[in-house]
């Protein structure tokens, strides 16, 4: 058997329908995994089953889903169950932010980044588990934190408080869940090229900034983070549990 492979597994991504979820649902099926695609309705999620489906040739559903209304996340995922089958990987890649100076921060838009970035993340995970306790498998959960899961940049209050939290809930979940085999770490990405970073990218001195900052030069793409998140759910991370794991193009080791 190669530990690297997903072969029987049903992996579900949320954040799924671009950027790095969906680059994490097209490695994970290219692995070998069945995959249910989650984020909210689009033809962009649609799009992106298609290109999986087409590229792999594996099972592929889509779970429309607005990870902002928190209360319909239990029901949701039991459906997702019913219809589906049973995921064994869970990856929580969807995400927002919402920029402001701390002193003018609307309780809205903190609510609203809490909500999906570490709430939604929080309610799957639980759901996820209890389903495969209730059934005595074991599973991974994979969460995707951030540089801001460590540092802070100006105007990102709520971005960067529920980023940390992600990586301590990855902690505190791996500790609870150790006994029943279920094993929890996070990705937390660099600077990647996705629709969420575009101001940036456009940006040209911030551009100039991040290839003179990055230790590897360049931008990463949604594979740099993909791939890693492969290993995570292989039989090959079986001891790694509770990590953040860094994957930034060296970001973090300069300064
Ligand atoms: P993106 O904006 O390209 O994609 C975000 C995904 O989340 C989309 O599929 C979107 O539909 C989904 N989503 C957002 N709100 C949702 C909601 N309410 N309900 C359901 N789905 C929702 O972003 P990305 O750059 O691919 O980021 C993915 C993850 O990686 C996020 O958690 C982000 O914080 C994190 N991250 C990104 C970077 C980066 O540089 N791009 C760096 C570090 C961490």
Redesign the pocket.
């Known amino acids: 058997m190669d530990p690297f492979r997903l072969d029987g597994h049903l992996a579900l991504i949320?954040?799924?329908?671009?950027?790095?979820?969906?680059g994490v649902a097209l490695a994970m099926a290219e692995a070998g995994a069945d995959i249910v695609l989650?984020?909210?309705a689009?033809a962009?999620l649609d799009e992106a089953a298609e290109e999986v489906r087409t590229k792999t040739g594996r099972t592929v559903h889509t779970a429309p889903?607005?990870?902002?209304d928190s209360a319909s996340i239990p029901a949701w995922f039991d459906g997702v169950v019913e219809r589906n089958g049973r995921p064994n990987i869970l990856v929580n890649?969807?995400?927002?932010?919402r920029r402001a100076p701390a002193e003018v921060l609307a309780l809205q838009d903190w609510n609203d980044v809490i909500g999906?970035?570490l709430t939604a993340s929080f309610l799957i995970a639980q759901a996820f588990a209890r389903h495969l306790i209730g059934a005595a498998e074991q599973g991974r959960i994979i969460n995707?934190?951030?540089?801001m899961t460590a540092a802070a940049r100006k105007t990102t209050t709520a971005y960067t408080a529920s980023?940390g939290g992600v990586g301590q809930l990855t902690k505190a979940l791996a500790v609870d869940w150790a006994d029943k085999g279920i094993l929890v770490n996070a990705i937390?990405?660099?600077?990647?090229a996705?629709?969420?970073?575009q101001p940036l990218q456009d940006n040209d001195e911030f551009h100039a900034w991040i290839l003179k900052r990055t230790p590897l030069g360049r931008w990463?793409k949604?594979e740099d983070i993909a791939l890693p998140c492969v290993f995570l759910a292989s039989p090959a991370a079986q001891f790694v549990t509770g990590q953040v794991i860094y994957v930034d193009g060296g970001f973090m080791a300069t300064f």
């Open positions: 949320t954040g799924a329908s671009r950027g790095i979820g969906r989650a984020a909210r689009s962009d889903v607005d990870l902002g890649a969807a995400g927002i932010t999906v970035n995707i934190a951030s540089l980023k937390a990405p660099g600077f990647i996705t629709a969420m970073t990463g949604p």
